[in-house]
């Protein structure tokens, strides 16, 4: 029995460090899902007012722009992929990769051929084990992008969306993330960024008052779009990554406290095996005790 309680107290010496590191990792991703909400709030209204200013501009003019002008015939889509460069987040970046998956198989039966774009390791490591095309990744930044990032990742896109499909560009640009709805609830979503769309939701919008009126452009409309598109690309993909960045965060420290709370009811579990057993322990050396002085006390009553 003295052999199987050193088994039960190194047990519990292992999963009392383990819950020490997964409570430390879960009050860490506290703290950090506090800043990264703080940064989403920041950066909403900048990135839906900027949506509204283009969709204004877009509707009000006569101008066929590349990044608002629907194509004929769409035969090519770009899916930007944002995942998580470290684990032990629940099921956070499997979700966003299950979410892109529903969304390439439903562009692929239309009849468009898809381009990966991925940020993250997670994502990438998905793609490769698969040995899947990856038209291009960034990863090493997503629990704390900066806009400089979101810039990093908008440029190829933005130059993919304005080359002819011949020569390797694409016609319409999707963005799949996960949206960060409070700390228990972080959503996949699936957005079209490009082309912009300016139909039936448009008009709801502009019934709400959510788009701007007409107006004149200096100095030309298509100069106005070339300077805000490529900016309201960067902020949706920047609101993007910190919506995305909060939603990993929220996600760790769920995983956090789960693993923290398992650990606890584990340790409770093996002490009560290792009283059992010290218990067992003390009443056969109890047993062998009194055995011991029966027999004794026997082997005197014979001499006797």
Do not use: C
């Not at 007012?49 to 590349?66: D, M, P, W």
């Not at 972080?186 to 007409?214: H, M, N, Y």
């Not at 009443?283 to 006390?297: C, D, N, R």
């Amino acid at each position: 029995m003295g052999a199987q309680l050193r088994v039960y107290k190194r047990r519990i010496k292992s999963v009392s460090a383990t819950k020490k590191i997964t409570k430390a990792m879960e009050m860490i991703a506290a703290s950090r899902v506090v800043k990264a909400q703080r940064q989403v709030a920041a950066s909403t209204p900048y990135a839906k007012e900027l949506t509204r200013a283009v969709g204004a501009i877009a509707k009000g003019s006569t101008t066929q722009h590349a990044l608002t002008t629907e194509a004929e015939h769409p035969t090519r889509a770009a899916v930007l992929l944002i995942t998580s460069d470290r684990g032990l987040a629940g099921g956070y970046s499997s979700n966003v990769i299950k979410a892109a998956e529903q969304l390439t198989e439903q562009l692929t039966r239309e009849g468009k051929e898809v381009d990966a774009y991925i940020v993250g390791r997670k994502g990438v490591a998905y793609y490769s084990f698969r040995e899947r095309k990856v038209t291009e990744s960034w990863s090493g930044f997503t629990d704390n992008p900066t806009y400089a990032d979101a810039k990093k990742i908008a440029g190829p896109l933005i130059e993919a969306v304005l080359k002819d499909t011949a020569e390797g560009g694409v016609d319409e640009l999707h963005i799949v993330f996960t949206e960060f709805v409070s700390m228990l609830t972080q959503t996949p979503v699936q957005d079209r960024l490009l082309p912009l769309s300016l139909g039936e939701k448009a008009e709801e919008q502009e019934k709400k008052g959510e788009i701007l009126p007409l107006f004149e452009f200096e100095p030309s409309a298509e100069d106005v779009l070339d300077a805000l598109l490529p900016r309201y690309v960067e902020s949706r993909i920047y609101n993007a990554l910190l919506q995305a960045a909060a939603s990993k965060h929220a996600a760790t420290r769920r995983a956090m406290k789960s693993a923290t709370d398992n650990a606890e009811e584990l340790i409770k579990s093996l002490t009560r095996l290792a009283n059992a057993a010290r218990q067992a322990d003390i009443t056969q050396e109890i047993s062998e005790i009194v055995g011991g002085a029966s027999a004794l006390a026997d082997a005197s009553a014979g001499s006797d």
